[in-house]
């Protein structure tokens, strides 16, 4: 409920403010600046400073202003000469203990009073230093930061910050009174569990904790440019603050006020920019001539790409011609792109990583819901009562996000988390479901079965909101009969108890989310999987309702914009079937072009595309911004389609895995060289800002796309700067009708957003779902246990997964030397009973072996996964997990079974 707006005096200026609001806050907001340095808006008081005093009519003495909470007619004095006395004897007295050698490198906002006070004048100070007398120490381990305590006031900040905003608890107090200081941990920065995000960087005031990379260059009085973009990683979204000095990237900050992330960062985004400016990007076109790479003119690479696509086209059909898009370009890229391969190779066999990562789980929502993006906003992981996340290492994966959910586990969310994995969001969980490696479909029909037999469902929302009513969920039910807690424990090796225990939770909560990863949607049941998960949201009415449904957060900083904007082989722009033919004559209109020359037939899928290039149908393929050699699935087939296809352009901003294997190689645009937008987890349309200049040569992708059209005779329209792309994809789209760059400057917009005038949509489905009679459908499905199983050759059971550390193929993320410091090498983790079995030590080299093809790494033993399972991070082309994965597809979604593996283990000799 909305507070009461009440009147207040300061210093004779009358305020209009909300009751109960932070006094200290609502004094500079109205452009009263008193002092202070402990106090931030996005901390608790603390009091600690003493420089905020003022004066409070019934209240005795001097008031610390950020420990009071307005009341209607309080009179505040904020300034008079006792009071600003006082305050210059407080910071006197602070200074005795700072050590106040600047380098420039940061915001000191300590000095900044200490010269508004006079204070740095010698004759005008009381008290002499005292802190080299105090043996304070310095910690200078950690690969991102230093600690100097000789500059630390003890305000708190830092503390807090770590343990409200982050939610991690790693700093704290050493010593007491005038001796004491911060530590990590157990008192040294490097051994703690500090992940280097660097909140507490952003939040000190007086350069005690800063941060190391470009410590000696970062002059903060002189920056060319502040830009603030998105951040290039994983797609929470983060809005970022780039501080460009001689045309670099110096430092990275969160802004604050601004969703999704309200100024914090993760040690990717605050530490992992250096890859822009890597002296290995590509800078000038190359084409491979008798097997070697030369430079060539773009001019000399457009001419040959146009004659080899035009070529293979006349001579094979436009079917042979085949593109990947990407995740990580933005949305005019990829809208360009996908509008080249339709009116270029008149086909729809486009696609991305998504259909890598979240195909099924966009396949099941478009079914079951009508839409295949998340329901709720990201904010909503704090404030919902009960958070159900399963397949999704969520702490690790989105760490911004998990700030949110660790808020919400303060305020007594309750959290349950379903992963045959450890993960470190388990510390938070109230119950810790661990099924077996592919049985998720059981587990889920098992809380299905004890939430009908309680009678725990909703009824009403059965009833009114779901297709086929109440006759639609007794087909559920027949279904879930057979999926006793008994039953599931046995395939899935759950306690009954621990199910009834999950169950009870989410169905009786007042409100609950589902979070799924790419632990449910990587499988060849993966449809299945979320399907089941659905079910259980419709029969208990936790979807439709604020801070209720389903959301799947995307691994990569566009991989919902790139869907929305038609990077897909069955869909247009907005989610449009490429068959629908009254949107067909829509969009030939609005690109200019007859009806006939868009083809009504779905495309290949990213891993059909690869098989279609190994049988010898796809002749030449168009890669941008993708790593197939890495990513995709049966490493080897990958390879020995790559060897042999006609012809093969990639474009990237590195040379890859993939990119050895091209006839082409054209140099494109980082994040941070592009105008643009991208569309982060929560449906929010973000802007991307050009902060530096393009390195060499290098192009932006989507110019780069229409000089190949225009050398092929292809119009894709003409354009002069991204906005352009945008007002059409606007046209195009219609859940995005209502945005544009004006509208997103400042705050970003979450679709659907259909008139120019309509705020966006925080929360899904509150009215109707998007299917065509506004109704959820339930699929009930069962159990099916995988094709691929241990045996006596292979009897272990591979999964994987990402690292915080590094990011997908780490095309970008090694790149960074800050970010390897804390990972730069593969491993296994092992069970220890499996290590007994296997004779395995820790951090002996191991040898990995399935069906299709073998890896060495090191051993880490850990109960972290349980007996007859192994888990490895796929980030290292060196122990390249894909190389043991197959390339099976879920019949429904086409999505590989990345998580599930059949494998043996055997120690190098």
């Known amino acids: 409920m909305d507070k009461k707006q009440v009147s207040i005096s300061i210093d004779g200026k009358t305020i209009k403010a909300k009751e109960g609001s932070n006094l200290l806050q609502v004094a500079r907001d109205n452009g009263i600046n008193i002092p202070g340095l402990c106090y931030h808006k996005k901390l608790s008081p603390t009091g600690a400073c003493r420089l905020c005093?003022?004066?409070?009519?019934?209240?005795?003495?001097?008031?610390?202003?950020?420990?009071?909470?307005?009341?209607?007619?309080?009179?505040?004095?904020?300034?008079?000469?006792?009071?600003?006395?006082?305050?210059?004897?407080?910071?006197?007295?602070?200074?005795?203990?700072?050590?106040?050698?600047?380098?420039?490198?940061?915001?000191?906002?300590?000095?900044?009073?200490?010269?508004?006070?006079?204070?740095?004048?010698?004759?005008?100070?009381?008290?002499?230093?005292?802190?080299?007398?105090?043996?304070?120490?310095?910690?200078?381990?950690?690969?991102?930061?230093?600690?100097?305590?000789?500059?630390?006031?003890?305000?708190?900040?830092?503390?807090?910050?770590?343990?409200?905003?982050?939610?991690?608890?790693?700093?704290?107090?050493?010593?007491?009174?005038?001796?004491?200081?911060?530590?990590?941990?157990?008192?040294?920065?490097?051994?703690?569990?500090?992940d280097g995000c660097g909140e507490c960087v952003q939040l000190c005031p007086t350069g005690a904790i800063v941060e190391k990379p470009h410590r000696e260059e970062i002059k903060i009085e002189k920056p060319d440019k502040k830009v603030i973009t998105s951040c290039p990683y994983c797609g929470v979204g983060c809005q970022i603050e780039l501080h460009v000095q001689d045309g670099r990237i110096m430092r990275s900050t969160g802004v604050e006020g601004v969703s999704p992330n309200d100024g914090r960062l993760c040690v990717k985004g605050r530490f992992g920019l250096d890859f822009v400016h890597s002296p290995e990007r590509l800078t000038t076109?190359?084409?491979?001539?008798?097997?070697?790479?030369?430079?060539?003119?773009?001019?000399?690479?457009?001419?040959?790409?146009?004659e080899k696509f035009t070529g293979i086209k006349d001579k094979y059909g436009s079917k042979a011609l085949a593109g990947y898009s990407s995740a990580k370009v933005s949305n005019e890229d990829n809208y360009i792109?996908?509008?080249?391969?339709?009116?270029?190779?008149?086909?729809?066999?486009?696609?991305?990583?998504?259909?890598?990562?979240?195909?099924?789980?966009?396949?099941?929502?478009?079914?079951?819901?009508?839409?295949?993006?998340?329901?709720?906003?990201?904010?909503?992981?704090?404030?919902?009562?009960?958070?159900?996340?399963?397949?999704?290492?969520?702490?690790?994966?989105?760490?911004?996000?998990?700030?949110?959910?660790?808020?919400?586990?303060?305020?007594?969310?309750?959290?349950?988390?379903?992963?045959?994995?450890?993960?470190?969001?388990?510390?938070?969980?109230?119950?810790?479901?661990?099924?077996?490696?592919g049985t998720d479909v059981a587990i889920l029909n098992g809380l299905m079965h004890i939430i009908i037999r309680e009678n725990w469902i909703d009824k009403e929302f059965i009833e009114k909101r779901v297709d086929g009513g109440m006759q639609a969920f007794e087909t559920l039910k027949e279904l879930v009969a057979n999926y006793s807690p008994e039953e599931t424990e046995r395939i899935t090796t759950v306690p009954a108890s621990k199910l009834f225990e999950a169950a009870k939770i989410y169905a009786n909560a007042p409100t609950a989310m589902i979070a799924t990863g790419m632990g449910m949607s990587q499988a060849t049941v993966g449809t299945n999987n979320v399907f089941s998960l659905l079910n259980m949201c419709f029969i208990t009415g936790q979807i439709g309702r604020e801070r209720c449904g389903i959301n799947p957060p995307r691994g990569q900083n566009n991989v919902q914009g790139a869907t929305d904007v038609g990077a897909s082989p069955v869909n247009y722009p907005g989610y449009i079937p490429v068959g629908n033919d009254e949107n067909r004559r829509r969009m030939a209109k609005l690109w200019n072009v007859d009806y006939e020359k868009l083809d009504p037939k779905p495309g290949l899928s990213t891993v059909e595309i690869m098989q279609a290039v190994h049988h010898g149908d796809v002749k030449a393929l168009y890669i941008m911004g993708e790593n197939p050699v890495v990513t995709d699935p049966n490493q080897n087939h990958t390879i020995e389609a790559l060897e042999n296809i006609d012809?093969?352009?990639?474009?990237?901003?590195?040379?890859?895995?993939?990119?050895?294997?091209?006839?082409?190689?054209?140099?494109?645009?980082?994040?941070?060289?592009?105008?643009?937008?991208?569309?982060?987890?929560?449906?929010?349309?973000?802007?991307?800002?050009?902060?530096?200049?393009?390195?060499?040569?290098?192009?932006?992708d989507w110019r780069i796309i229409l000089d190949i059209a225009t050398h092929m005779g292809?119009?894709?329209?003409?354009?002069?700067?991204?906005?352009?792309?945008?007002?059409?994809?606007?046209?195009?789209?219609?859940?995005?009708?209502?945005?544009?760059?004006e509208r997103i400057e400042k705050h970003g917009i979450q679709w659907p957003c259909p008139e120019k005038d309509h705020p966006g949509t925080p929360t899904l489905f509150l009215e109707k779902f998007n299917?065509?009679?506004?109704?959820?459908?339930?699929?009930?499905?069962?159990?099916?246990?995988?094709?691929?199983?241990?045996?006596?050759?292979?009897?272990?059971?591979?999964?994987?997964?990402?690292?915080?550390?590094?990011?997908?193929?780490?095309?970008?993320?090694?790149?960074?030397?800050?970010?390897?410091?804390?990972?730069?090498?593969?491993?296994?983790?092992?069970?220890?009973?499996?290590?007994?079995?296997?004779?395995?030590?820790?951090?002996?080299?191991?040898?990995?072996?399935?069906?299709?093809?073998?890896?060495?790494?090191k051993a880490r033993i850990v109960d972290e996964v349980a007996p007859g399972e192994l888990f490895m991070p796929w980030h290292f082309s060196e122990a390249p997990v894909n190389a043991l994965t197959r390339d099976e597809l879920d019949p429904m979604s086409k999505i590989a079974p990345f998580k599930y593996s059949a494998v043996n283990i055997n120690k190098v000799l």
């Open 285 to 306: 076109p190359l084409i491979k001539k008798n097997g070697v790479f030369e430079e060539a003119t773009w001019e000399e690479a457009l001419q040959l790409i146009a």
């Open 647 to 700: 012809f093969l352009v990639v474009q990237d901003i590195f040379h890859t895995e993939t990119t050895k294997y091209a006839h082409v190689i054209l140099p494109a645009s980082s994040f941070a060289e592009k105008n643009g937008t991208v569309v982060n987890s929560d449906r929010r349309v973000l802007r991307l800002r050009k902060a530096v200049e393009l390195p060499g040569l290098a192009r932006e």
């Open 771 to 857: 299917t065509p009679n506004g109704k959820a459908k339930l699929f009930p499905v069962e159990h099916i246990e995988q094709k691929e199983r241990a045996s006596a050759e292979f009897p272990l059971i591979m999964n994987s997964g990402r690292l915080l550390f590094q990011y997908h193929s780490a095309t970008m993320s090694r790149k960074n030397d800050t970010l390897n410091a804390f990972a730069n090498e593969s491993y296994v983790l092992i069970n220890p009973e499996d290590a007994d079995r296997y004779d395995i030590k820790e951090g002996e080299m191991v040898h990995i072996e399935s069906a299709r093809g073998s890896l060495k790494t």
């Open 714 to 741: 292809v119009n894709l329209g003409e354009y002069s700067v991204s906005e352009e792309i945008f007002k059409e994809i606007a046209e195009a789209v219609p859940i995005m009708h209502g945005i544009s760059y």
């Open 337 to 437: 792109f996908q509008k080249f391969i339709r009116l270029a190779f008149e086909n729809n066999n486009v696609d991305y990583c998504t259909r890598l990562c979240h195909a099924s789980t966009v396949t099941a929502m478009l079914k079951s819901i009508g839409d295949g993006a998340g329901s709720n906003s990201i904010e909503d992981f704090e404030t919902t009562d009960c958070l159900f996340v399963t397949g999704n290492n969520i702490i690790e994966t989105h760490p911004i996000t998990a700030t949110y959910v660790k808020r919400g586990y303060q305020r007594g969310q309750k959290i349950i988390v379903v992963d045959p994995r450890w993960t470190p969001l388990v510390k938070y969980a109230t119950v810790w479901l661990q099924p077996r490696l």
């Open 53 to 194: 005093v003022c004066k409070i009519d019934g209240m005795p003495g001097l008031t610390m202003s950020c420990t009071v909470a307005v009341k209607d007619g309080m009179k505040v004095i904020a300034f008079d000469e006792e009071i600003e006395n006082n305050r210059k004897h407080t910071l006197d007295y602070l200074l005795a203990e700072h050590n106040e050698e600047f380098d420039g490198a940061y915001r000191d906002e300590m000095k900044e009073l200490v010269e508004h006070y006079g204070l740095d004048k010698p004759e005008n100070r009381q008290f002499s230093p005292i802190w080299e007398s105090l043996n304070y120490p310095k910690d200078d381990s950690s690969p991102v930061l230093s600690y100097d305590a000789t500059k630390c006031i003890k305000c708190f900040r830092c503390i807090k910050a770590c343990e409200e905003v982050q939610g991690k608890n790693i700093l704290s107090f050493a010593e007491r009174g005038i001796t004491k200081y911060i530590v990590a941990g157990f008192g040294i920065w490097s051994e703690s569990e500090c």
